[in-house]
């Protein structure tokens, strides 16, 4: 399921936004999720690829 989603110009920024992630707290990654999405629902019919 997709909760959340940043989109990027370059590819090696979103290499490096992901690396920057998963060094990240389980608590910070839930508030970046809620700040985006509350109720925490699939996005991926949203992104339109």
Known sequence: MLVY???FDRIEEA???EKRLKG???QYKES???S???EWK????????
């Open 36 to 38: 985006m999405n509350q």
């Open 42 to 49: 699939d996005l991926w019919d949203s992104i339109g690829v």
């Open 15 to 17: 290499i490096a936004e």
């Open 5 to 7: 989603y940043s989109a």
């Open 24 to 26: 990240c707290s389980r």
């Open 32 to 34: 970046l999720i809620n």
